[in-house]
T-cell receptor, first 114, second 113 residues
Framework: DAGITQSPRHKVTETGTPVTLRCHQTENHRYMYWYRQDPGHGLRLIHYSYGVKDTDKGEVSDGYSVSRSKTEDFLLTLESATSSQTSVYFC?????????????FGSGTRLTVV | QQQVKQSPQSLIVQKGGISIINCAYE??????FPWYQQFPGKGPALLIA?????SEKKEGRFTISFNKSAKQFSLHIMDSQPGDSATYFC????????????FGQGTELSVKP
């Protein structure tokens, strides 16, 4: 999607290893979000950021950490990957203005933990 | 109270028919209700959105109906086309909660030719 890039697009990793997913935006949006998508659960918020070095937990944050050292980059780290973290991960950005809460999503990262 | 419940989980409609997807919420602080469309291998994309000060919003073949008292809203796709086959998510957010979107479980729509 224009203005937002996720990397890698696919990754297979072993249980217990750390994994970092990257989200990069060129829109200079203040808000960035990490969601995971699983069948029957829709999209669930993991962590979000409302500015550089300002982050907070979402509803499924256990086992995940995030960092945002620059406006354009939001990193999601699985500290010790487990099979339950096999999922498709989406990053989203928003300018957060009162007139527009719309998100722009990246194309996703499909993560498989074996 | 933070949940948004979406139904049905899957829907099959004939070409030219009307597709209807329903969502319900509990949190009365929600003030923004978007619908997202997702094609396989892609991220969700904003389709249409409504705020609670209106009961209906129409954009082309897509209409949101909003019932504030029942805390329900629905997406109607008129004259459904095979190209509409996708997964649809309803969502809700509140400005008081930082605008974080809470998503429904998703509906997989298949429009048969």
């Amino acid at each position: 999607d224009a203005g937002i890039t996720q990397s890698p697009r696919h990754k297979v990793t072993e249980t217990g290893t750390p994994v970092t997913l990257r989200c990069h935006q060129t829109e200079n949006h203040r808000y960035m979000y990490w969601y995971r998508q699983d069948p029957g659960h829709g999209l669930r918020l993991i962590h979000y950021s409302y500015g550089v070095k300002d982050t907070d937990k979402g509803e499924v944050s256990d086992g995940y950490s995030v960092s945002r050292s620059k406006t354009e980059d939001f990193l999601l780290t699985l500290e010790s990957a487990t099979s339950s973290q096999t999922s498709v991960y989406f990053c989203a950005i928003s300018d957060g203005g009162l007139a527009n809460y719309g998100y722009t999503f990246g194309s996703g990262t499909r993560l498989t933990v074996v | 109270q933070q949940q948004v419940k979406q139904s049905p989980q899957s829907l099959i409609v004939q070409k030219g028919g009307i597709s209807i997807i329903n969502c319900a919420y509990e949190n009365t602080a929600f003030d923004y209700f978007p619908w997202y469309q997702q094609f396989p291998g892609k991220g969700p994309a904003l389709l249409i959105a409504i705020r609670p000060d209106v009961s209906e919003k129409k954009e082309g073949r897509f209409t949101i109906s909003f019932n504030k008292s029942a805390k329900q809203f629905s997406l109607h796709i008129m004259d459904s086309q095979p190209g509409d086959s996708a997964t649809y998510f309803c969502a809700a957010s509140s400005g008081n909660q930082g605008g974080k979107l809470i998503f429904g479980q998703g509906t997989e729509l298949s429009v048969k030719p």
